[in-house]
């Protein structure tokens, strides 16, 4: 999620080659309800994993390293969903 406008977060993901959307939150509502609204300019770095009912299985707060954090959720996600 960004605070960016959704056609710059288009466009950052399809620079990365992402295989999914990055969700814009312009007023910073989502943000504030999960408590990522952070300090200005940018909000906190947080990852939540949430089940199809909106429901939180796995959340990352602190100690995010940018370097390995893609790889970790990554390998959470198919631990707690095997084929």
Not at 9 to 36: M, N, P, V
Not at 47 to 74: C, F, N, Q, S, W
């Amino acid at each position: 999620m960004s605070w960016g406008t959704p056609e710059a977060g288009k466009a950052w993901a399809d620079a990365q080659k992402f295989g999914f959307e990055i969700w814009s939150d312009t007023g910073k509502a989502l943000s504030t309800h999960y408590g990522a609204a952070g300090f200005k300019p940018f909000p906190s770095r947080i990852t939540m994993l949430l089940g199809r009912d909106g429901e939180l299985l796995l959340e990352y707060k602190d100690g995010i390293d940018v370097g390995t954090h893609p790889a970790d959720v990554l390998a959470d996600i198919k631990a707690l969903f095997p084929k």
